[in-house]
C-alpha cells in the first residue's frame, strides 16, 4: 500500500511532515510518497530513502494556507496538492494525507476525484478525542457553504458507514448537534433535518447539545459544516488554554514541592489528557463521500500527528471504506429511484 | 436598589438561590425580592429576612425546564418567572434574575416588558471568562430562531453598547465568528453580516474562529443564536471534563506524594482556572434589547453564581444601560429614517 503524503503543507513542513511519515513507514510498515521539493525531501530523509523505500515526486508549486482554495487548484496544477490527489486519480496511491489548505485539498479532491454517486456534497469526518475510549466523528467539517437538510442526512449515512467499517460499530448511534434534545429544537435546518434522520432508518438518536459533546453518548456527530468548523476550533482553543495551564502548573510545581526535572503531567496522569487536547497530536480528518481517500490532518499537525493521519489513511484504505460507500451508496440511489 | 431574584427556577432551587441572594444582599448592599414557595422561603431564608430586609413575593406556579417556553408564559400568570419580569415592568424591581427556562425568562422579558423601539429581536449576551483579565461578551446565544444580517448588526449594537458602558471600554472591538478571518468566509448569513458590520461605524475589527475565542481579542463577539447556544454549550462541556480530570489528578497526586488533606488544585494554582470553566460559578447572561433588565442564570447555577448575577444586574442598573440602549437606539432609529 502507497500512501502519498503532501509534505509541503502545513506549519510545520517540510521537516515535521518528514519526520512524521518515515515514524509512519517504521510503524505501520507502509510505502510512502512524499510530495514536495525533491532536493530538500532527499535531504531530510536522508538515508531513510532507502532504508524505507520512500518515494518522492516532485511538486514545484506551494498552495499557501490562505490561497482562494478553487482558484489555487485550478492555476497551480504542479503544487503538491494536486499531484497528490492526482496520484489517487491514476492508481498510483491508495490515499494522500495533507495537512495543507484545507479548501484547497477538499477542492482538489472534487475535481480529481469526483463525488461518489448520489452524493451532492462530500464531507470531512473529524474524530473528537477528548475523553479516552473510543472517539466520536463530527461531520461536517467543511465550511465554505450553506447546508440543506438532505445534506445533512447524507453527512449521517456518510459518517454512520465510516465509523460502522472503521471502527466495528454495528449499529452506530447517530445525533445531530442542536441547541436542545427535544425534537423540535434549533433553527429551521436542524428541525428539517431531524425529521429526515427520524425517517432515515439510522440508528438516530436525538439531538445532541454542545456539553454533551465529549460524553461518548454518540458515535456520529452530524452538524452543517460552518457550525462543525466553529465547534471544532473552539475546542482547539479551549484544549490550549488548557496546556499553558498545565504547564505553568508543571513550573509552580516544581518550584513548590522541589522536584525539579520530573516530567510532571506525566507523574500528575494529565499527560495522556493534555495530549488528546492538542490537536498538534490529532490524527486528521477523512474526507467522505468521493472517490478515493483523503485524509485532511489539522495545519498546525507536528510529525506524531502526521504519523497518525497516515495510519487513519492506512486503516481506511485496509477496510476498503471508500468502495463500501460507493456500493452502499450506489445500491440506495437504485432502490430509491 | 431592589432586585426580584426567581427563587423558584433552575435545578439548585430554591436552597442555592435564597444562599446566593443573601450572600448578593451582604455583599452588595442591595435589596433582595425572592420570587417563590412563601413559606419554603420562609424557612430557608430564616432570620435573614429581617436582618437583611428581605422581601417575599409568593409564585404558586413553577415553569419546568423543558415547558415550552410561550405556551408555559402565556398559561401561568403565577409562575416565578412572570411574576418576577411584571415587578420589574411595575417598576417594583429594578432588575430581575433567573435560572430557570431561559427560553420562558425571555418570553416574558419580551410579553412583559416589550422590546426597544428599533430592536427586531433582544439579545442574550453571555460574558466569557475563560482566561483571566476582562472578559469577552458572546451575543446572541437566544437559540430559537434563524437569524437574518440585520439582526447580527442589531446585537452588535447592542452588545457594544453594553460592554462599554458596564466596562469602560471606550471603543469596544467587534468581531464576528466565522470560519475564517478572511473577508468572504463563511456562509450566506456571516459574508451579509460582515458587510453590514464593515459599514456600521462600531469598532469592528474582523472575524474571529473558535480556536481564538478565549484570547482576548475581542470585547464583542457577534453570532447567531444558534451557533453562540451552541459554542457556549461545547465551553461548558468540556471546562466539565478538564474539572474532572483535576479532581482525578487531585486524587492521584495526594497517594503519589503523601500530601493528603491539602487542597490541591489551589496550591498548584489550578483552581481559578478550573473556577473560570465551572459555569456554576458563571455570573449570568444580560437580556439585552428589552425595556428592562433581566439577568438569565445558568441552570446549574449554585450559590455563588447566583450571587455573581445579582452582581451583574447591579451593575447593570448601576449604568443604567437600559436607558442609554434605548435612547441610542431612539436616536439612531430617528437619524436613519
Known sequence: MLIAVDAAGGENAPREIVKGAIKAAQDYGVDIALVGNKAVLHVLAGRDIKKLNLKIF??????APNEHPMRAVKTKPNSSIVIGTNLVRDGVASAFVSAGNTGAVVCSGLLSLGR????????????????PSTPTLLIDAVANADCRPSHLLQ????GSTYVKHLLDIEEPRVRLLNTGEEEGKGNRLMQESYDLLKRSGLNFIGNIEGQDISNRTADVIVTDGFTGNIVLKTIEGIGDSFINS??????????????RGRDLLKDLGLGSWAKKMDYREYGGACLVGINGNIIVAHGRSQAKAIRNAIGL???????????IIREGNHDKTNSSD
Open 58 to 63: 516532485e511538486a514545484k508549486d506551494i498552495i
Open 116 to 131: 461518489v454517486k448520489g452524493i451532492e456534497r462530500p464531507a470531512l469526518g473529524s474524530f473528537l478525542d477528548i475523553t
Open 155 to 158: 453527512f449521517a449515512n456518510l
Open 246 to 259: 498545565l504547564r505553568q502548573v508543571g513550573r509552580v510545581f516544581s518550584t513548590a514541592y522541589h522536584l
Open 313 to 323: 489513511a492506512k486503516q481506511t484504505v485496509d477496510r476498503d471504506i471508500c468502495r
